[in-house]
């Protein structure tokens, strides 16, 4: 900045240590002329932006007050959360600075899967049968009356981590431990979360994803993405998503009714939406409504619906500088890659021939030879990404089949080593 020009807006974009979509914001931002301040837990970050940032813990009633005084110190004009566990906070900091934002006892419901349910059945949104079950008490009384299939999923995680179908008693109590085994694993902080499960009836259909921005209550759909893979378990592992839509216009319509109904009963108003629905025997059936961005890097799918990168959106409209939407002719797509096993990443063999296939704009593997790989319902990387982009719908999802098909994932079985050492009495 030189002399006498006005200093750019200032964002504050609050990111957990591990956050898909940290990079993706901070490009967003440069390419709008937005300084970005970084609040987060990772001071020795890899990100150079977290690592420069503000050093905070989240989880800290204390985090409020250092935030408001970094705002003294340089004003902000938005405020941006990166995920599900910092959105409540954002919304705090928000409201205290009169800056575009959830009621925070809103985003709060966003990131708790009863608390969700509960209000959106109270509203008359369409959601599955469902009760919550206290893994601190007896199982067997509390499954006795489950709908068959049922879903065990815990309260808290995202990305169809610890979902799991079960079709009867025995399967739902070992499914029951093993989310429970997940749990000790997680720094859950909601001491309830970590307790507690949400056990609902399986509902059959198709899934859809709707991606929108609230402005003042009112959703504005960026885009409706079919998921073709059919999803009815055991474990729900994200794989194709496909815009534009290939349902038919009343199926549309109604997804996006149902999600706009429960933004409301939520008491979502502000910024943007990533819901999950099911095409149920009855109708659109809400699986879940977050208060954040769609995960990984599929929001890159949304320059073809919309023009700009999803996170440009969401940037522009929390500094009031709203963009216009551009939506091109073409439709896009892309492939979550699926985990194949459990085991350490040796190689992934075809990359050059799926880059090959027409349509077919990326192959991004994100997780390193080397590493371990940890597949669904336990895991929480996707193995990588496939991007295409052609005149229908139908070709994305037939390049996104065969670029998959030429991949050859290497993975070597996990080696434990086992201490057999004699401690000596003597």
């Given at each position: 900045?030189?002399?006498?020009?006005?200093?750019?807006?200032?964002?504050?974009?609050?990111?957990?240590?591990?956050?898909?979509?940290?990079?993706?914001?901070?490009?967003?931002?440069?390419?709008?002329?937005?300084?970005?301040?970084?609040?987060?837990?990772?001071?020795?970050?890899?990100?150079?932006?977290?690592?420069?940032?503000?050093?905070?813990?989240?989880?800290?009633?204390?985090?409020?007050?250092?935030?408001?005084?970094?705002?003294?110190?340089?004003?902000?004009?938005?405020?941006?959360?990166?995920?599900?566990?910092?959105?409540?906070?954002?919304?705090?900091?928000?409201?205290?600075?009169?800056?575009?934002?959830?009621?925070?006892?809103?985003?709060?419901?966003?990131?708790?899967?009863?608390?969700?349910?509960?209000?959106?059945?109270?509203?008359?949104?369409?959601?599955?049968?469902?009760?919550?079950?206290?893994?601190?008490?007896?199982?067997?009384?509390?499954?006795?009356?489950?709908?068959?299939?049922?879903?065990?999923?815990?309260?808290?995680?995202?990305?169809?981590?610890?979902?799991?179908?079960?079709?009867?008693?025995?399967?739902?109590?070992?499914?029951?431990?093993?989310?429970?085994?997940?749990?000790?694993?997680?720094?859950?902080?909601?001491?309830?979360?970590?307790?507690?499960?949400?056990?609902?009836?399986?509902?059959?259909?198709?899934?859809?994803?709707?991606?929108?921005?609230?402005?003042?209550?009112?959703?504005?759909?960026?885009?409706?993405?079919?998921?073709?893979?059919?999803?009815?378990?055991?474990?729900?592992?994200?794989?194709?998503?496909?815009?534009?839509?290939?349902?038919?216009?009343?199926?549309?319509?109604?997804?996006?009714?149902c999600v706009r109904q429960a933004c409301a009963a939520l008491?979502?108003?502000?910024?943007?939406?990533?819901?999950?629905?099911?095409?149920?025997?009855?109708?659109?059936?809400?699986?879940?409504?977050?208060?954040?961005?769609?995960?990984?890097?599929?929001?890159?799918?949304?320059?073809?619906?919309?023009?700009?990168?999803?996170?440009?959106?969401?940037?522009?409209?929390?500094?009031?500088?709203?963009?216009?939407?551009?939506?091109?002719?073409?439709?896009?797509?892309?492939?979550?890659?699926?985990?194949?096993?459990?085991?350490?990443?040796?190689?992934?063999?075809?990359?050059?021939?799926?880059?090959a296939v027409p349509g077919i704009e990326d192959v991004s593997?994100?997780?390193?030879?080397?590493?371990?790989?940890?597949?669904?319902?336990?895991?929480?990387?996707?193995?990588?990404?496939?991007?295409?982009?052609?005149?229908?719908?139908?070709?994305?999802?037939?390049?996104?089949?065969?670029?998959?098909?030429?991949?050859?994932?290497?993975?070597?079985?996990?080696?434990?080593?086992?201490?057999?050492?004699?401690?000596?009495?003597?």
């Open positions: 900045m030189t002399h006498g020009q006005p200093a750019a807006p200032c964002l504050l974009l609050i990111a957990t240590p591990g956050s898909y979509r940290t990079a993706a914001y901070l490009a967003a931002a440069r390419t709008l002329d937005i300084d970005v301040l970084v609040a987060s837990e990772g001071r020795h970050s890899l990100v150079s932006a977290i690592a420069a940032g503000l050093h905070v813990d989240l989880s800290d009633p204390g985090a409020l007050e250092v935030l408001l005084e970094a705002n003294r110190r340089r004003p902000f004009h938005g405020v941006v959360a990166t995920d599900d566990d910092t959105v409540e906070l954002a919304s705090r900091i928000a409201e205290q600075l009169g800056l575009p934002h959830n009621p925070p006892e809103a985003a709060r419901r966003t990131r708790r899967k009863d608390q969700a349910r509960q209000a959106l059945q109270a509203a008359g949104v369409r959601v599955p049968a469902f009760q919550l079950v206290d893994l601190a008490q007896p199982l067997s009384p509390q499954l006795r009356n489950m709908p068959l299939p049922a879903v065990l999923k815990p309260l808290a995680l995202s990305g169809s981590r610890g979902v799991i179908r079960v079709d009867d008693m025995a399967r739902a109590q070992a499914a029951c431990a093993r989310i429970e085994a997940l749990l000790r694993r997680e720094p859950v902080r909601d001491a309830f979360a970590a307790s507690h499960l949400l056990l609902e009836s399986f509902v059959p259909g198709p899934e859809v994803a709707i991606e929108g921005l609230l402005h003042s209550g009112e959703l504005h759909v960026l885009a409706l993405f079919d998921k073709p893979d059919p999803l009815n378990g055991p474990y729900f592992e994200e794989t194709y998503y496909i815009m534009p839509s290939r349902h038919d216009a009343a199926d549309q319509d109604a997804s996006v009714a008491g979502l108003r502000e910024g943007p939406v990533h819901a999950e629905l099911r095409l149920g025997p009855q109708g659109p059936v809400i699986m879940e409504v977050a208060s954040r961005t769609i995960g990984g890097e599929c929001a890159r799918l949304l320059v073809t619906g919309t023009g700009h990168t999803l996170e440009s959106l969401v940037i522009a409209h929390a500094t009031g500088q709203p963009l216009a939407c551009e939506a091109t002719a073409d439709a896009a797509g892309v492939l979550m890659i699926p985990t194949p096993g459990a085991g350490i990443l040796r190689r992934v063999e075809g990359i050059p021939a799926a880059r593997i994100a997780i390193r030879d080397g590493y371990e790989l940890v597949p669904l319902p336990d895991g929480s990387s996707y193995l990588g990404f496939i991007f295409a982009r052609a005149p229908a719908p139908a070709a994305v999802e037939s390049a996104l089949r065969a670029a998959h098909d030429c991949l050859n994932v290497v993975i070597a079985p996990l080696i434990g080593i086992e201490d057999r050492r004699v401690l000596r009495t003597d």
